[in-house]
Each structure stands twice: as structure tokens, then as C-alpha cells.
């Protein structure tokens, strides 16, 4: 599995298709949107998903500690899927999260479904993480100074091929920032068009797709769209002639 | 035989200037045996009367105040049309009977006024059915119901909405000891198997009418060799709408649809009113054009499966079917809307698209003469269907696994349902049926001391009842035309979400009926506007195509191995045949001609299975799996309705060995896991087993959907519980579906030691339309989602020079 080094500030971070960021020169990984315990969340509600999911995401985090060993692991808000994620959490997975928090620092900068420290867990809860040139936090501020990593939205972006479209988490970036992909087993994405996304890239950036081996690496829009053409079709009956 | 109906209706036949005919009065018969019948009658027969007629004289008789007969059709429409004509009858004969229906649309008023004076005759849906047996008071309600009639009987069972009547039938059963079933069916190739469906002691079958009258209609000049549109044959098609009443123009894909309608508007110079109808239309333009059609104010629609069933349009003067019928009894329902009276011929006009349709069309007209009925027989009810039904029951009453296990497995498509196989549902409904037992505290259902299952509450309860139903579309997008830079607009109908991200900006694409040029997605829409420039795409819809019947393709086979019958085909089609019968061979009814050949710098294996686009698909992903294997290196391959051909670097070899049934093993194995078409199938599967909310109380209220992917969860459940219940389900529901394994091991296991190789030093005319297919068609080696967006990296880097390739390599200023 290929990690892509990208320069930012004079400082060289690596992006890793396993979904987390790498900052060598200090020893530090950033994972977002963990979501642990959004299984049970749902049971809550009265959708019985597959209980697999914590211990899956926890298995990917753990892989990917043991490739990179940081110093520091940033978890970039939404760890848990409630205030309650972290009460809810199985023995045996607190167990291994509680092993991941002693075996480094580790923060946890809160997100909205986490706006509280987790109960039971170990490690250090902040609003914000800063270091170096970077600062850490959950969702992106408008106008923020450069140097921004941040999480919340699940990128994702779709990219036409031959006769269909491909689907898939990505880190987006511009010169200012970048959106991390949502690491959690059940995160879906929204996709890197929508406006809420759009919006804190105005003049463009690139999209690195989540594959297997490598990141998949797409220029992101960034033109307005083009003025309305006037067009005279006659509708008859729900339907429509054209001219 | 008269005397059995009673003076009054007979005077009110009379009046109709009618005769009773004799399956209607059989109908009267077997109802006053308390038989439970099968009627199969063809279209104008008369069959829904029939259906009705006992119940009106029962009632008449004996009246009562309290339910008596449900009704049940798989349309909603249709059920407020025989409404209205049933009326008549009841009126004119001033019967002591009140009949309403009962529907997703029914008011909460009339809902309440139904429970406490219900109506004699409740006419209602599979799914409506399913909400009211889901009551606490279904008991009671349905106490007193003494005959449930099934409409359109043939088109439900062996679907999931057939599942789903079935288990509520045997439902009705128990709650109303005693009931009778009728079943309304067209002519069928099984009317065993859906005599069980209806649970018929019973069975009254009509003679089919006159025969249709049906004929081929080829395009001017040079036949195609490959294309499945047909719009070269637009101006005699526009010549049959001008020269004809009210034509429907019946095409196979609402790809086809639009383009079809558009090529006729294109030489439309007398401004004929035409419309265009398809099921991703919104629903208020496809009422707008029935309403349209039904008042005659048309002269012709161009159509797709969505005009199959339903009312009694009246007043249709011819059928063309534009496009391969894919199948008789599909043929003849889609003729069948022609001249809805039993006593004339319908009229129908095939138009075939390229040269294979046109042996598929012959193969077909030859097939309505002989009344070769096709379609599989219906396969075994869905485990899904059964979780959702369970959990329905459980919401009305609570119950003793034991007896709902001898209850369900009294509805057919349960018949051979086994007790662990039941034991599982329960249990996932239960409590999810995971190894890891986490959800303890959020079971659903709950065992009392004497072992009844209860709903674990009534949030529950109403939670699910939101979520009935087995009809789940794919992932769509409503088709927003907006006007100026405002949000307001008006909503066309809707699109597959995987081609409205093969959208950019600027782009312009055909949807009902109009040229849209594309500007953004915005909150689950497509936005667009009218007009723009450039070639203009058509969307496609997943599974739009109906894969070519195996009664069908044996027909072909036939015809191919009959030169004497090739005297009726058109004599560019017989030189075609001659010639592939002195280069080659022709294909075999009982073998597998498989051609290889090379062509510029590649090999070309060209196999003739004639087994249907999506057993074809699937047979393509394993043999060039094992091509590989052997070192041939294969490069692509396309699946049409007839052949599989697939290309290669080297030379392919030990033919026998590439078909050889073991494929079936550890490659699909394989390749299953890894398909999208399994996703796409586990997707509808949680969905109706409930894993998968679609609908919450108090939901709409919420900014955004509470849902959850569902490919996520499978790939979960895959790697932690490849036997969970629901993936076996899937795999039962693909091997018949979308991956049509079923088939694929059938000719396998035929063809053995029967493979015919040719080795042929160029394209034989046979395999020339196959040739042709590849680059219109999508070619896909496998469903690798990497490999596709490593190349569409690669052709981004190629047209946008070095910056594009080195991405990786830029600098953030601070």
C-alpha cells in the first residue's frame, strides 16, 4: 500500500489510502470520523446492523499504528457516534481502544456527534490540536488561515469510467487545507459536489480517491456553471415536442 | 345452466344486452361448493366479473354488514378502476353491498371509518394487505371474510410482491377458517404451479380467443447487423401511427423510449399527437398521458414495460413492438392490449432492430401460433419477505413459532421451506442473528414463559409498519427542471444515481421527451434546464433489459437448424445464414458452437449460448477468469441476448476445459463476492428483511435521511458472518437474477461433450454482430473498481498533460 507524500508549509505529510494522515517529521497520525458504536446506535433506533463495526474500525486503526507508529494519533472528532458511544463500547473493545491510547498520546479533538470527552477511554480530549503550522479540528472554518486538516463532511467523490461511475472516500485539498475522508466502518459520504463541500474549495483542488493499493488522484471543479441557454420545447400531453 | 344465477342478475345481463357466459357461471358453481379456483381466461374475457359475480350473489342472498371479499391487485390504479366498474352492477341492480378500496393513498379518515363499518368488498394491494394484517384488530377485521380474489395472479407469483400475498393469504386463512381463494389469471406455460400459488382446488380455464394476428416490418435498405434501437425503421413506423387509429409502440428499455419518441417527432410534420410513457417518468405525466390515451385524444405512445398490465386502455387499433419480444407470453400480453375483445384477432407489428432479432422475432411469431407459452416457473418464496411478514405478525398478536411454521409453509412459495431455515428468520428478526450477540437490550421480539413471541414496543410496531413493502428502487434522483438561478422548479422524474455522476456541468442529456442540459446536483436532484448543445446522452437503468426466454432461444436454435423454414425470412437473413453454413457451421440445438478466430493483432472466441444477457455476463467473467489461468490473456469480453464473445492476446485453446462445468466452484465463488450485481441484490434484501430503515417515524421532519449504505454493511457481514441469513438469501435471490447462474450450469451440464470448436481463419457472419457490439455496449472484464479508476486516472493524465499526472507533487503556500 502506497502512501502519497504531499508538501505542505515545508513540511511533507503523507496521505495513505487506508484513509489516515501522516506527518513523519513529528511522528503524528490524524484519523477522523471514527463513529464507533454507530452499530448500536441504530439497534437504539430499531435497525439491527451487522455488531461488527467498532471492532472493525478498530482493527484498520490498529494496522495502521503498527505501519506508521506514531508518537501522536489525532483523532479528528466523531470518534464516537453519540455522547453514549463511549459507555456503550463492548469490554473487549474498550479493552483494545484503551491499549491503542496508552501505547502513544493520544488526542481526541471533539466533533458535533462527540461534543463531550469520552467516559472511560483514555487518552486527552481538546476543541482544537495544534502543532507546527497545522491546526486540527473537526469541521473546516470559512477563511480560516491555511494550514487547516480537518474531518466532518465524508468526502466522497464519484468518478465517471468506462460506461459507469466509481464511488469512493477521498481526502480533498487546495492550498489552504485538507478534508480528511471518514475512517469508520459505517460512514457514508457526501459527495465532494455538494455545495457544503464545494463551498470551502472555491477556487478548486484535487480529490485523492481511497483504492486498494494506492489513492486515485482527480482534479476537483471549481468553475461556475454556464449560463442558461434558452430553449423552446412545446409540451403536449407529458411529454414534449422537440424542435 | 342459467338457472344457477339468480332472476335479478339475469335481467340485468340482459339489459347489458349480455349472456352469461359459462365460466362465469362456473364460477357460481364452485363458489356454491366452497371450492377455491383457478380461472385462466385471456384478456376481454370477461375474467374480472367472473371473479366478482359470486361474491355480488352471495351478498345479494345472504346480506351482511361486516367484510366479506378482498380484492387484491398488484396495481393501485386498477384497483380504483374495477371500483368504478363494479359500481355499475351494485347500482344499477341497487345491490345491499358498499365497496371501497384500501390503499397507501387512503386517507386516515376513511381508514378510521373502514375499521368501524367496514365494507362488504375492500379492494386493496399486496402490500396494503400486509399494513392491515399487521393490526392488533386484523383478527377481528378479517373474522368474517369468506373470499379473498387475486388479480393478475400470473404476474405476482415468483416475484416478492407474490411472496408476500402468499404469506398473507395463508395469514387470512387462519384468521378466517373456511375462506375461499380465487385466482384471475391470463393464459400461463404453468398453470399448475399457479393454481398452488392460489391455493385453487379447482381450476376453470377459457379457450384463448382468435388468434393475433402477427407481423414483421424490417427497415428499408441493408438490415442491421447489430443495436438494439430500431430507429431506422422511425419513418414506416410514423407511416403505421398516420395510417392507424391508436397505436402503442411497445420498446424494451426507456433508453430505447426516449429515443424512439424523439425520432418520431423528428419526422412527426403532421404534428400527430404523440406521447412518450416509462416508469422513471413522474407519476402525474403518466397519469396525465392515460388519461390522454383513454379519451382518445392520442394517436400513439411509445411505451415500455410500464403499459404491460393494467386498465383496459380501449380503443388501441394496433401494437408495435420495436425491439426483440424476448419472450412469447410476454409477446402476446403486450399484443394483447390491442383490441381488448375476446372474439377478434389483435393486430401486431414486430419490428426487429438487427439481424438476430429478426430469427427472435420469426422464432416468436412461431411461438404465438403454436401457443408456446414461456416464463420460468415460479422459484421459491424470499427469505426477506418472510422476515418482514414475521415481524408484521408479531406486531398484530403474539405468536407460537410452531404455529406460524405450519401457517406459512401452507402458502406455496413456502412449501419446501425448512424448520432451521425458518428458525434462522426468526431469529435474525428477533434480534439480528449475529455470531456476536451485542443486541441483547434492542431485541424486536421477545419470548413470554410460554415461548409466544411479542414486538418488544410500539415504536417498533410502528416503525415497521412505515416499511412494508417489497418494492425497493434503486438509488434515484429526482430530474429538476429549473428555471433562471431559482431553486423552484419542476420535477420530471428521476434518474439512477450512477449516471447522474457521469454528469458534468454543461452537459446534455434526453429525459422525458426533452433535451436537458445538465447544471448541478443539489439536495438529492438533478438540476437542469431546457435545450443546450453537444451529443446529447441517454440514461440507462440497471436491469431495464428482460433477458431472452429459454423457451425462446430454444426456438432460435431450432430455426437455425431448419433451412427448410428460412423460406419466410427475408432474403438478406437467409444469405447471412448460408454463407455462416459454408465458412463455419451453424449452431447446434443440443451442442455449443464455439469460433475462434484472430482479427488484427488479437484472438477472438466467439461462443453461441443463446442464454440470455445476464447468464452470459456472469459466463463471461468465469471463462475469462480460467482463460487467464491458461496463460491466454484475455482482454475484454461482451455479452449480447445470443453469444458471449470475448478477445485475447493469445490463442485460446482447450475449448472443452474453458466451458467445463467446474467453473462454477471456487471462481464464482470468487467473482461473487467482489460483483456488484450481489450488492446491488443484498442492498433489496435488507431492505424488505428490514435491516434497512427506509422510512422512521417523525422522519420527514428530520434535515436528512437516516440511513445507512448498504454496501458498508454488507462488506462488513461478509467478512465477520458469510452465513448470516441475509447473504444467503442474496445468493438465492442472484443465482436466479441478476447473475442467472441457474442457466449457466443448465447449458454446461447440456453441452458436455458436446462443444463444437471451429477454428476459423477470420470473423465468421455469424459472430460479425457480436464484433460490432463491443465499444457500444460497456465492456467489462470484472467489476474491479480500482482498475477502472486507475484508467480513468490515466486517460485524465493523458488529456491534461504533466500537471494532471503530478498531482501528488505540489506545494501548500502557507
Redesign the interface.
Known amino acids: 500500500m502506497s502512501a502519497a507524500p504531499v508538501h505542505v508549509a515545508g513540511e511533507r505529510v503523507m496521505l495513505d489510502p487506508a484513509g489516515v494522515l501522516v506527518w513523519p517529521n513529528a511522528g503524528l497520525l490524524a484519523v477522523s470520523d471514527l463513529h464507533l458504536e454507530k452499530g448500536t446506535a441504530f439497534a437504539k433506533r430499531g435497525m439491527l446492523l451487522p455488531p461488527f463495526d467498532t471492532q472493525a474500525t478498530l482493527d484498520r486503526l490498529a494496522q495502521s499504528i503498527r505501519r506508521w507508529k506514531p508518537k501522536t494519533v489525532v483523532a479528528l472528532g466523531d470518534s464516537f457516534h453519540d455522547r453514549e458511544g463511549a459507555a456503550r463500547l463492548p469490554a473487549a473493545d474498550l479493552a483494545r481502544l484503551n491499549a491503542i491510547t496508552e501505547s502513544c498520546r493520544f488526542v481526541w479533538v471533539l466533533g458535533n456527534h462527540d461534543p463531550t470527552p469520552p467516559s472511560g477511554v483514555g487518552g486527552e480530549s481538546v476543541a482544537e490540536f495544534e502543532a507546527g503550522p497545522f491546526v486540527f479540528r473537526h469541521e473546516a472554518i470559512h477563511g480560516a488561515r491555511p494550514g487547516e486538516i480537518v474531518g466532518h463532511h465524508h468526502p466522497k467523490a464519484m468518478v465517471p469510467t468506462r460506461g459507469t461511475a466509481v464511488s469512493r472516500p477521498c481526502f480533498v485539498s487546495d492550498s489552504r487545507r485538507i478534508m480528511m475522508p471518514a475512517f469508520g466502518e459505517y460512514t457514508g459520504g457526501l459527495d465532494v459536489r455538494d455545495p457544503a463541500i464545494a463551498r470551502l474549495f472555491p477556487r478548486g483542488g484535487r480529490v485523492f480517491l481511497l483504492g486498494r493499493e494506492r489513492l486515485f488522484s482527480f482534479a476537483l471543479g471549481g468553475p461556475a456553471p454556464t449560463e442558461p441557454a434558452t430553449a423552446k420545447l412545446r409540451a403536449y400531453g407529458g411529454s414534449a415536442k422537440p424542435t | 345452466m342459467t338457472g344457477t344465477l339468480p332472476e335479478l342478475f339475469c335481467q340485468w345481463f340482459a339489459a347489458q344486452g349480455w349472456e352469461p357466459r359459462a365460466h362465469q357461471l362456473a364460477m357460481l358453481d364452485a363458489a356454491r361448493a366452497g371450492d377455491s379456483v383457478l380461472l385462466i381466461a385471456p384478456t376481454g374475457g370477461g375474467k374480472t366479473l367472473a371473479g366478482f359475480l359470486p361474491s355480488l350473489v352471495a351478498l345479494t342472498e345472504t346480506p351482511s354488514v361486516r367484510l366479506h371479499t378482498l380484492y387484491i391487485s398488484p396495481l393501485k390504479a386498477l384497483a380504483t378502476d374495477i371500483a368504478r366498474n363494479l359500481m355499475r352492477p351494485v347500482e344499477d341492480m341497487a345491490l345491499p353491498i358498499r365497496v371501497e378500496t384500501r390503499t397507501g393513498d387512503t386517507p386516515a379518515n376513511r381508514r378510521a371509518r373502514q375499521k368501524e363499518r367496514p365494507p362488504q368488498l375492500l379492494l386493496t394491494t399486496p402490500e396494503s394487505l400486509a399494513v392491515l394484517l399487521s393490526l392488533a384488530d386484523a383478527p377481528e377485521f378479517f373474522a368474517s371474510l369468506s373470499c379473498v380474489i387475486m388479480d393478475e395472479v400470473h404476474a405476482l407469483a415468483g416475484t416478492k410482491r407474490g411472496d408476500q400475498l402468499a404469506l398473507g393469504v395463508s395469514r387470512l386463512r387462519t384468521l378466517a377458517p373456511g375462506l375461499r381463494t380465487v385466482g384471475l389469471s391470463a393464459t400461463v406455460a404453468h398453470p399448475a404451479e399457479i393454481a398452488a400459488f392460489t391455493g385453487a382446488t379447482r381450476t376453470i380455464a377459457v379457450a384463448d380467443g382468435a388468434p393475433p394476428s402477427i407481423a414483421m416490418m424490417l427497415p428499408e435498405g441493408e438490415l442491421s447487423w447489430a443495436g438494439h434501437m430500431g430507429l431506422e425503421a422511425a419513418p414506416q413506423i410514423m407511416a403505421r401511427i398516420a395510417a392507424s387509429g391508436m397505436t402503442i409502440v411497445f420498446v424494451n428499455t426507456r433508453a430505447q423510449a426516449e429515443l424512439m ?2 425520432a418520431l ?2 419526422i ?1 410534420d403532421a ?1 400527430l ?1 404523440i ?2 410513457h416509462h416508469g422513471s ?1 413522474e407519476l ?6 392515460e388519461a ?1 390515451m383513454s379519451a382518445g ?2 394517436r400513439a405512445v411509445v411505451a415500455t414495460s410500464s403499459l404491460d398490465l393494467g386498465i383496459d386502455w380501449g380503443g388501441v387499433d394496433q401494437v408495435i413492438q420495436v425491439g426483440a419480444p424476448k419472450g412469447v407470453s410476454r409477446l402476446l400480453q403486450r399484443v394483447g392490449r390491442s383490441n381488448h375483445r375476446m372474439d377478434e384477432a389483435s393486430r401486431a407489428i414486430l419490428v426487429p432492430a438487427n439481424r438476430f432479432e429478426v430469427l427472435e422475432c420469426e422464432a416468436a411469431i412461431v411461438g404465438v401460433g403454436a401457443r408456446e407459452l414461456d416464463g420460468d416457473p415460479p422459484r421459491p418464496g424470499g427469505l426477506d419477505v418472510l422476515a418482514q411478514h414475521l415481524l408484521g405478525l408479531a406486531c398484530s398478536a403474539p405468536f407460537l413459532p410452531d404455529d406460524v411454521y405450519a401457517e406459512v409453509t401452507t402458502a406455496a412459495p413456502y412449501a419446501a421451506l425448512s424448520r432451521k431455515d425458518f428458525g434462522d428468520v426468526l431469529t435474525y428478526v428477533e ?2 442473528g ?1 455470531a ?1 450477540t ?2 441483547e437490550q ?3 421480539l421477545f419470548r413470554d414463559s410460554e415461548g409466544r413471541l411479542h414486538v418488544r414496543s410500539a ?2 410496531a410502528a ?1 415497521h409498519r412505515m416499511n412494508i413493502g417489497t418494492i425497493v428502487e434503486a438509488p434515484l434522483l429526482k430530474v429538476k427542471l429549473v428555471a ?1 438561478r431559482s431553486r423552484i422548479g419542476k420535477i420530471l422524474g428521476e434518474l439512477e444515481e ?2 447522474a ?2 454528469l458534468r ?2 452537459d446534455t442529456f434526453m429525459f ?4 436537458l ?1 445538465f ?4 439536495e438529492m436532484a438533478v438540476e437542469c ?5 453537444g451529443d446529447p446522452m441517454v440514461p440507462a437503468y440497471e436491469g431495464g433489459r428482460m433477458p431472452l426466454t429459454t423457451n425462446l432461444a430454444d426456438g432460435v436454435r431450432l430455426l437455425l437448424q431448419r433451412p427448410t423454414e428460412w423460406d419466410v425470412m427475408p432474403e438478406q437473413i437467409r444469405d447471412w445464414l448460408r454463407m455462416q453454413r459454408a465458412v463455419s457451421r451453424l449452431p447446434g440445438r443440443n451442442d455449443l458452437l464455439v469460433e475462434t478466430f484472430p482479427r488484427t493483432d488479437r484472438w477472438y472466441l466467439v461462443a453461441y449460448c443463446f442464454e440470455g444477457r445476464n447468464a452470459h455476463q456472469t459466463l463471461g467473467m468465469l471463462v475469462t477468469k480460467r482463460m487467464e489461468r491458461l496463460g491466454m490473456a484475455p482482454l475484454g469480453f461482451v455479452a449480447t441476448d445470443y453469444v458471449l464473445g470475448v478477445w485475447s492476446a493469445q490463442e485460446p485453446h482447450d475449448i472443452a476445459r474453458l466451458f467445463d462445468e467446474d467453473m462454477l466452484g471456487d471462481d464464482l465463488e470468487d467473482w461473487l463476492a467482489e460483483s456488484s450485481m450481489l450488492r446491488r441484490t443484498f442492498r433489496n434484501v435488507a431492505v424488505i428483511a428490514g ?3 427506509r422510512n ?1 417515524p417523525g422522519g420527514e421532519k428530520t434535515r436528512k435521511a ?4 448498504a454496501d ?2 454488507y462488506n ?2 461478509r ?3 458469510p452465513d ?1 441469513i441475509l447473504l444467503r438469501a442474496t445468493r438465492a435471490d442472484a443465482a436466479s437474477g441478476l447473475i442467472d447462474v441457474g442457466r449457466i450450469a443448465g447449458m454446461l451440464a447440456r453441452v458436455k461433450g458436446r462443444i463444437v470448436h471451429m477454428v476459423l481463419s477470420r470473423v465468421s457472419p455469424l459472430a460479425i454482430p457480436v464484433l460490432l457490439e463491443i465499444g457500444r455496449e ?3 472484464t470484472d467489476d474491479n ?2 482498475a ?6 490515466a486517460i ?1 493524465a493523458e488529456a ?1 498533460g504533466p500537471q ?1 499526472a503530478m ?8
Open positions: 419518441f424523439q417527432w423528428k412527426n404534428t399527437p406521447a412518450l417518468l402525474e405525466q403518466r397519469r396525465k398521458v390522454a385524444r392520442l434480534n439480528g449475529y456476536l451485542a443486541y434492542w431485541r424486536k415504536r417498533i416503525q433562471g450512477y449516471f455522476g457521469l456541468p454543461g422525458a421527451g426533452r433535451l442540459k447544471i448541478q446536483i443539489h434546464q431546457e435545450g443546450g448543445t435491516l434497512i430503515s422512521h437516516v440511513t445507512v449504505n458498508l454493511i462488513v457481514l467478512q465477520h458472518q448470516h460497456s465492456v467489462r473498481e480500482d477502472l479508476l486507475a484508467e480513468a486516472e485524465v491534461t494532471g498531482a501528488f507533487q505540489w506545494e501548500i503556500s502557507a
